[in-house]
């Protein structure tokens, strides 16, 4: 069965450095998603993306964030200057946007912990 | 905007009662609801969805959710829990294919022995 994939499963880094998550969505999927979760919180929904440019981002996506599509299998979540409280799980997900159907599959997750 | 309302943080049940998660959403029309499970420092697995028609849906590992249109709300229930059900348990919201989902804040499952 497909699946989305994510790497790395976890990053560690130094506040202020700039931190790449990846991920590969299911192949036939037209829709892409970030989302994060804080340890103990619930899930937040971060941006969505659809042909090559962002369709909703939320108060979080600030200008620290940025998304990319580099190639036709990789999706990509890039945070400029990382801070403490960005340290959370991030997830990766895709749907195939077919009409009456939103239907999200999630990846595993990069659990980012920023120092 | 839709919001979701988890109202219950943390359940017990003992192995083998019934369980009922209640989930409750704001939303101006029919909206697309999910129930994901998540075991500690896992993903998240979908157990169910409801898009339209039969407004009881069922789900894997023996559960079922119930759509009620006139009280907003997606409870998740399951007649017979078992310890590896203990997890939490996010209800999720959506408005349309490639929307957003909007996910409520959670609900711990305990189950004893």
């Not at chain 1, 200057?81 to 895709?94: G, H, I, P, R, V």
């Not at chain 2, 029309?29 to 407004?55: H, M, N």
């Not at chain 2, 079922?64 to 409870?75: D, G, T």
Request: glycine share 8%; charged share 20%.
């Amino acid at each position: 069965e497909p699946e989305v994939t994510q790497t790395p499963s976890h990053q560690v880094t130094q506040m202020g450095q700039e931190v790449i998550l990846r991920c590969v969505p299911i192949s036939n999927h037209l829709y892409f998603y970030w989302y994060r979760q804080i340890l103990g919180q619930k899930v937040e929904f971060l941006v969505s993306f659809y042909n090559n440019e962002i369709s909703e981002k939320s108060e979080i996506f600030d200008d620290q964030f940025s998304v990319e599509r580099p190639d036709g299998s990789n999706f990509t979540l890039k945070i400029r200057s990382t801070k403490l409280e960005d340290s959370a799980m991030y997830f990766c997900a895709s749907s195939a946007g077919l009409a009456g159907n939103n239907e999200q599959f999630f990846g595993p997750g990069t659990r980012l912990t920023v120092l | 905007a839709q919001s979701v309302t988890q109202p219950d943080i943390h359940i017990t049940v003992s192995e083998g009662a019934s369980l009922e998660l209640r989930c409750n959403y704001s939303y101006g029309a029919t909206p697309y609801l999910f129930w994901y499970v998540q075991s500690p420092g896992q993903g998240l697995q979908l157990l169910l969805k409801y898009f339209s028609g039969d407004t009881l849906v069922q789900g894997i590992k023996g559960f079922e959710a119930e759509f009620k249109r006139s009280q907003s709300s997606f409870n998740l229930r399951k007649p017979s829990v078992h310890w590896s059900d203990a997890a939490e348990y996010f209800c999720a919201v959506g408005a349309y294919a490639g929307n957003m989902l909007t996910f409520g804040g959670g609900t711990r499952l305990m189950v004893k022995p």
